[in-house]
């Protein structure tokens, strides 16, 4: 079992950066695949990015955040962080991480139904 809480989420002016993290509990952080979604008001919870178990070689991202969002992970620290720039309004959002126990694959799902554990999450408001 893992527990994961988000930090760094705040209020920004569009085109500022924001660096989301988030921190597991447990030996075995690195047996997990770790994403972000984000769920804006009235809106369902979307997939933002997912960094694959391990060494995190692959990477996957929305299409609404390629080029501007990275996502990556410090096993050592049993974190995952997302790096955000350009943040636009349309960003504004409670981002949560999602881990998805997979210590044998370099798997990266998209569907938050595959993630068991989930952080409370953390708002980053952006203002135009």
């Known amino acids: 079992q893992v527990q994961l809480v988000e930090s760094g989420g705040g209020l920004v002016q569009a085109g500022g950066s924001l660096r989301l993290s988030c921190a597991a509990s447990g030996r075995t952080f690195s047996s997990y695949a770790m994403a972000w979604f984000r769920q804006a008001p009235g809106k369902e919870r979307e997939f933002v990015a997912v960094i694959s178990s391990r060494s995190g070689t692959t990477l996957r991202y929305a299409d609404s955040v390629k080029g501007r969002f990275t996502i990556s992970r410090d096993n050592a620290k049993n974190t995952v962080y997302l790096q955000m720039n350009s943040l636009k309004p349309e960003d504004t959002a409670v981002y949560s991480c999602?881990?998805?126990?997979?210590?044998?694959?370099?798997?990266?799902?998209?569907?938050?139904?595959?993630?068991?554990?989930w952080g409370q999450g953390t708002q980053v408001t952006v203002s135009s």
């Open positions: 999602a881990a998805d126990y997979s210590p044998y694959t370099s798997g990266t799902p998209l569907n938050s139904h595959d993630y068991l554990y």
